[in-house]
């Protein structure tokens, strides 16, 4: 579903930032460069939900990162609301079959697309131990998670960029792969850990890559976001 998408329709940024205020100088200066943004947790106590309602109405896509776990009955419910935003994208916890399945109810046959969260980019070997989880590395566990959230009828799965081939052939064509963690070659990591360049993450079989600090952050975002769309481009071609 996702080879027919342009190079500039596969770079979301993530609007994390503190206020609208501030989202929109970035939004305003980004300009035809970015067609798709993630709104998250910081920016959704910031007035954020406007905002991301203002931006599809506006004609960008959007994404939700609400990463929702709780019961059942919470999920599906809060779905069911989400859905009724007209929002483009949404994300879950992929970590058990109950919360997959009550989002996939709640968003019933709206256009909200629901994309699970594997294990956070941020997470290592030590950190899933410290969960409990034993005998499994990080890839071993998001193969896992992607099976589970695919059969509970996800359409896409959020993962490292260095796990999307293991993950492209557990799921099959049709799941759609969505990368945080991307960095171009030398750029700083930050809290990142599982990090991988656009040109390689493309070429490992990620669909989108979400990208915040390295354009959010940079001197000239719109020139940070354009070597983004020119590395997938590139990445694209060959
Ligand atoms: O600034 P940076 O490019 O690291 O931002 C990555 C974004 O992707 C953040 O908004 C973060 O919340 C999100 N994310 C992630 N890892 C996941 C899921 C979402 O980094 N597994």
Same mark, same amino acid.
């Given at each position: 579903?996702?080879?027919?998408?342009?190079?500039?329709?596969?770079?979301?940024?993530? $609007?994390?930032? @503190?206020?609208?205020?501030?989202?929109?100088?970035?939004?305003?200066?980004?300009? #035809?460069?970015?067609?798709?943004?993630? %709104?998250? !947790?910081?920016?959704?106590?910031?007035?954020?939900?406007?905002? @991301? +309602?203002?931006?599809?109405?506006?004609?960008?896509?959007?994404?939700?990162?609400?990463? !929702?776990? #709780?019961?059942?009955?919470?999920?599906?419910?809060?779905?069911?609301?989400?859905?009724?935003?007209?929002? /483009?994208?949404?994300?879950?916890?992929?970590?058990?079959?109950?919360? %997959? *399945?009550?989002?996939?109810?709640?968003?019933?046959?709206?256009?909200?697309? $629901? !994309? @699970?969260?594997?294990?956070?980019?941020?997470?290592?070997?030590? #950190?899933?131990? +410290?969960?409990?989880?034993?005998?499994?590395?990080?890839? &071993?566990?998001?193969?896992?998670?992607?099976?589970?959230?695919? /059969?509970?009828?996800? &359409?896409?799965?959020?993962?490292?960029? +260095?796990?999307?081939?293991?993950?492209?052939?557990?799921?099959?064509? =049709?799941?759609?792969?969505?990368?945080?963690?991307?960095? $171009?070659?030398?750029?700083?990591?930050? =809290? +990142?850990?599982? %990090?991988?360049?656009?040109?390689?993450?493309?070429?490992?079989?990620? =669909?989108?890559?979400?990208?915040?600090?390295?354009?959010? *952050?940079?001197? =000239?975002?719109?020139?940070?976001?354009?070597?983004?769309?020119?590395?997938?481009?590139?990445?694209?071609?060959?």
């Amino acid at each position: 579903m996702s080879r027919s998408l342009a190079a500039r329709e596969r770079l979301f940024v993530a $609007l994390d930032v @503190a206020s609208v205020d501030r989202a929109r100088v970035l939004v305003t200066e980004l300009g #035809d460069t970015v067609s798709c943004y993630k %709104v998250g !947790l910081e920016l959704l106590f910031g007035g954020g939900l406007e905002f @991301a +309602q203002g931006l599809k109405a506006a004609g960008k896509t959007v994404f939700l990162d609400m990463k !929702l776990l #709780d019961i059942a009955n919470t999920v599906e419910k809060a779905a069911a609301n989400i859905a009724s935003l007209g929002l /483009d994208y949404l994300t879950i916890h992929g970590t058990d079959t109950k919360t %997959v *399945e009550a989002a996939v109810r709640g968003r019933g046959a709206s256009t909200l697309k $629901l !994309l @699970a969260v594997t294990v956070l980019t941020s997470l290592e070997q030590a #950190d899933i131990e +410290q969960q409990g989880i034993k005998g499994m590395s990080p890839a &071993d566990l998001v193969v896992h998670r992607a099976r589970l959230a695919k /059969d509970a009828g996800v &359409d896409g799965i959020v993962a490292s960029a +260095q796990e999307a081939t293991m993950i492209r052939a557990a799921v099959g064509p =049709d799941v759609l792969i969505v990368t945080p963690g991307i960095r $171009l070659a030398g750029g700083a990591a930050g =809290d +990142q850990v599982r %990090v991988m360049t656009p040109g390689k993450a493309i070429a490992a079989g990620a =669909d989108c890559l979400v990208v915040g600090r390295p354009i959010t *952050e940079a001197a =000239d975002p719109r020139a940070a976001a354009a070597a983004f769309v020119a590395e997938i481009e590139a990445a694209l071609k060959s």
